[in-house]
C-alpha cells in the first residue's frame, strides 16, 4: 500500500502548488494557457523512483501518506512549488567568449555584418575546434549549474560550433557525458548545419552532412556511444536556403531525430511552412514568419519555440506571439544561451515575453514549462506537477508564483529549492536567512 511505502520527498503545505496542467495534457494553447491549474494549502510527495505519486490537498495527503517514511520532507508553508523550467533552445557548448561583438552590436553592426566580417559563428567554431574535449566540458558543466539555480531542470543543448565531423562529435561527446554524469535533464541536439563552413559552399556543406555526418551519428548511435535527440538547421539568407534545410531535415528524420530547427529568424524564408510540412516537432526565433506559417504550424500542432533574449539584444522585431496564440499555435520559450545572447535565466526570459512580445505571465509559465517539454517530445514526462511525472520541481521563497516572473533578476534570491527526481540539487541558503528573518 502506497500510504505506508518509504518514499523519496514529501513537500508540505505550499502556499500555491502550481501543476500547470492536470489532466494529462501534452501542451497547453489559447485558453489553456492563459488560465493554469493552481492548488492552495497543497502537498506533493516524490517517490524512490523519482516520479510524483501523489498531489493534492495538504490534510488529504497527510492522511493518505500516514504511515509511510520519507527520505526529506520540506514545509513549504508562505512557499509556491512550481514545475521545473524547460529550456527549449541552448547553445551551451563552447569556447571563446563573443563580449568585444556586444560592443560592436552596441555601436550599430547587424547580426550578418558581424557575421560576414568573420565574427560571429566562425569565431566561436575557430576557438572551439582548438578547444579539448576537457575544456569543453568543465566550461559546459558551470553553464549547466548556473542555469539549473535559475531554476531549468531540462535543457536541450545543441552542438553547432564546430562545422566539421570531428569537431561536431567532440561536442556531442561533451553533452553525451554531461547526460550521463549530471542530476539536470538534457535533450541533445546536433546542428552541425549551424552555419556554412569557411571554404564550403552551402550545397557541398549540405552533402557533407548528409553522406559523412548523418550516417556516422547513426554508427555510434546503433553503438551506444552518442544518442542524439533532435536535429537542425540554421535556415536563412546566405545560410543554408529552403531546399538544403529540407534535405538535411529530412535525412535526420530518416535516422530517426525530431525536427527542431532555426528559422524565419532575420529573413522571411518559408521556414514555418517547411516544418509544418516535414511534421517538424518545433521551429525557433520565427521574427519573420509568415501568417501562412503560423497558420501551418498551428494545424501541425509544431511548436514554435520563441527567444526574447535574442530580439531584445539583436534589437530585431519581436516574434509575434500574441497572434501565434491567438490562432492556437503552440508557444514555447527558449533562453538561446550561446555566445551572442548571454542568458542562463528563464525567469528573466519569461519577464521578456511578457513585457516585450506581450504574453501574460500564465502564458510564459505554460511556454517554459510543458509545452517547452512538448518541444522536446518530453512532454508526457516533464513539464508539470502531475502523478506519474518526473519530480522536477523548484520551490519559490514567495506567497504567488508570479513573483519569479514579476521580480525582473531577482531569480537568485527567490529561488529557495531546485530539485530533479526528487532530489534536490541546490538550497539557497538566502532563502533559509530571509524567511526566517
Given at each position: 500500500m502506497a500510504g505506508r511505502e518509504r518514499q523519496r520527498l514529501l513537500l508540505e503545505n505550499a502556499q500555491q502548488l502550481v501543476l500547470v496542467c492536470g489532466r494529462g495534457e501534452r501542451y497547453l494553447r489559447r485558453d489553456g494557457a492563459a488560465r493554469l491549474a493552481v492548488l492552495r494549502g497543497a502537498s506533493l510527495v516524490v517517490g524512490l523512483d523519482g516520479c510524483i505519486k501523489a498531489v493534492g490537498q495538504a490534510d488529504v495527503i497527510r492522511n493518505q501518506f500516514s504511515g509511510a517514511t520519507f527520505e526529506r520532507i520540506i514545509d513549504c508553508s508562505g512557499k509556491c512549488v512550481l514545475p521545473g523550467l524547460v529550456d527549449a533552445h541552448t547553445h551551451p557548448v563552447w569556447a571563446g567568449d563573443r563580449v568585444h561583438e556586444f560592443a560592436m552590436k552596441l555601436a550599430g553592426a547587424s547580426y550578418m555584418e558581424i557575421h560576414q566580417a568573420g565574427g560571429g559563428i566562425h569565431f566561436t567554431v575557430e576557438h572551439t575546434r582548438k578547444a579539448t574535449e576537457e575544456e569543453l566540458f568543465s566550461t559546459f558543466k558551470h553553464r549547466l549549474e548556473r542555469m539549473?539555480?535559475?531554476?531549468?531542470?531540462?535543457?536541450?543543448?545543441?552542438?553547432?560550433y564546430g562545422l566539421n565531423l570531428e569537431t561536431e562529435l567532440k561536442m556531442l561527446r561533451v553533452i553525451e557525458r554531461a547526460k550521463r554524469s549530471m542530476d539536470i535533464g538534457i535533450s541533445s541536439t546536433y546542428?552541425?548545419?549551424?552555419?556554412?563552413?569557411?571554404?564550403?559552399t552551402?550545397?557541398?556543406?549540405?552533402?557533407?552532412?548528409?553522406n559523412n555526418h548523418l550516417p556516422k551519428l547513426k554508427e555510434l548511435k546503433l553503438s551506444g556511444e552518442i544518442h542524439v535527440n533532435n536535429i537542425d538547421v540554421f535556415c536563412e539568407k546566405g545560410v543554408f536556403d529552403l531546399e538544403s534545410t529540407r534535405r538535411i531535415l529530412q535525412a535526420g528524420k530518416d535516422i530517426g531525430l525530431q525536427i527542431n530547427f532555426h528559422g524565419d529568424e532575420l529573413h522571411p524564408m518559408k521556414s514555418a511552412e517547411?516544418?509544418?510540412?516535414?511534421?517538424?516537432?518545433?521551429?525557433?526565433?520565427l521574427e519573420e514568419v509568415s501568417d501562412e506559417g503560423i497558420t501551418a504550424m498551428a494545424r501541425a500542432k509544431c511548436a514554435a519555440?520563441?527567444?526574447?533574449?535574442?530580439?531584445?539584444?539583436?534589437?530585431?522585431?519581436?516574434?509575434?506571439?500574441?497572434?501565434?496564440?491567438?490562432?492556437?499555435?503552440?508557444?514555447?520559450?527558449g533562453s538561446d544561451f550561446n555566445p551572442n545572447a548571454y542568458c542562463f535565466s528563464m525567469p528573466m526570459v519569461m519577464h521578456l515575453a511578457c513585457v516585450n512580445m506581450k504574453m501574460s505571465m500564465n502564458e510564459a509559465l505554460a511556454a517554459a514549462t510543458i509545452n517547452?517539454?512538448?518541444?522536446?517530445?518530453?512532454?508526457?514526462?516533464?513539464?508539470?506537477?502531475?502523478?506519474?511525472?518526473?519530480?522536477?520541481?523548484?520551490i519559490v521563497n514567495s506567497s504567488r508564483w508570479e513573483h519569479l516572473i514579476y521580480q525582473f533578476g531577482g531569480h537568485e534570491a527567490l529561488i529557495n529549492y531546485v530539485i530533479v527526481k526528487g532530489k534536490v540539487l541546490y538550497q539557497n541558503e538566502m532563502c533559509e536567512t530571509m524567511s526566517s528573518s
Open positions: 539549473l539555480r535559475a531554476g531549468s531542470t531540462l535543457v536541450e543543448c545543441k552542438s553547432g546542428c552541425g548545419a549551424h552555419s556554412v563552413p569557411k571554404g564550403k552551402a550545397t557541398e556543406a549540405t552533402d557533407d552532412i548528409i517547411l516544418g509544418a510540412e516535414l511534421g517538424a516537432r518545433a521551429i525557433s526565433h519555440v520563441l527567444l526574447p533574449t535574442t530580439a531584445y539584444m539583436l534589437r530585431l522585431k519581436q516574434p509575434q506571439a500574441r497572434k501565434m496564440l491567438e490562432e492556437g499555435v503552440i508557444v514555447a520559450l517547452a517539454a512538448y518541444a522536446l517530445g518530453k512532454s508526457d514526462t516533464h513539464g508539470s506537477l502531475e502523478v506519474g511525472k518526473q519530480g522536477d520541481l523548484v
